[in-house]
């Protein structure tokens, strides 16, 4: 699904995102529950030490560093060419037609672009047999239900499925301060089991910093997806009970 169509899916009320998926409800995006029911003292404390002017500044070249990465991502993986080296020509034309488009600044680009390299040069999307979706709605009607959009889901050689969602970062980040993406990955493993049927093998959260050029690739199992799915589904009910429609 394209990006552009998943977003047409989206309304915002009161600051929170929902998305209307067809089944006569409007459904809060993962993010937004992720956003509402989970400890935002840190983020809280860092807008209020630099000020609200330079923190919003700094979240957009954040913002934009990642969606130039995400889309180069998009181009290379759903290249017509079937050659290494012609599809990431491909998704360096695209990208950059796509920068100009969206006003992007060239540091953001540059960024952008560096944090797709660390993917690619590392040999990340070796592992990647068959793309099935790329920014796929799913929903699901458990806890009160909720939706969102999934990077990427595709199959490893061995005929696994993987749900996999893309990460940038300034630095390398640590197992515990993540939680919020487990929790997010999970969402969407249970939403596409409940909407297909097929429960995916696995799921994997990549992370490319600007520091290092070695990105990271968290993998979770069954049995810790289930962790954190449960952990999630807690929350949705909790936002359903303090956001009723």
Not at 11 to 16: A, C, D, S
Not at 176 to 196: D, G, L, R, S
């Amino acid at each position: 699904m394209a990006t552009a169509e998943g977003l047409s899916k989206t309304i915002t009320r009161k600051g929170k995102r929902y998305y209307d998926v067809g089944i006569g409800l409007l459904l809060p995006s993962v993010t937004t529950i992720l956003g509402t029911m989970t400890d935002k003292s840190g983020l809280d404390q860092w807008r209020a030490k630099i000020g609200a002017a330079k923190a919003d500044a700094i979240s957009t070249k954040a913002a934009n560093r990642g969606t130039v990465m995400h889309q180069m991502i998009e181009y290379f993986l759903l290249s017509p060419y079937t050659e290494r080296g012609d599809r990431l020509r491909d998704a360096q034309l695209k990208t950059a037609a796509f920068v100009l488009e969206k006003e992007f600044t060239e540091e953001e680009a540059e960024i952008g672009r560096k944090l797709f390299y660390n993917f690619y040069n590392w040999g990340s999307f070796d592992a990647i047999a068959e793309v099935v979706s790329i920014e796929e709605t799913l929903h699901s009607t458990k806890a009160g239900g909720y939706a969102g959009r999934v990077d990427t889901i595709y199959r490893k050689k061995s005929g696994e499925l993987v749900i996999s969602d893309y990460k940038t970062s300034r630095k390398p980040k640590k197992t515990e301060w993540i939680e919020n993406y487990f929790m997010q990955a999970a969402a969407y493993y249970v939403a596409y089991w409940e909407m297909t049927g097929e429960q995916p093998g696995s799921c994997e959260i990549w992370i490319s910093n600007e520091e290092d050029a070695e990105p990271q690739i968290f993998i979770m199992n069954r049995d810790e997806i289930r962790v954190h799915a449960h952990a999630f589904l807690k929350l949705v009910s909790g936002f359903h009970k303090s956001h009723p429609q």
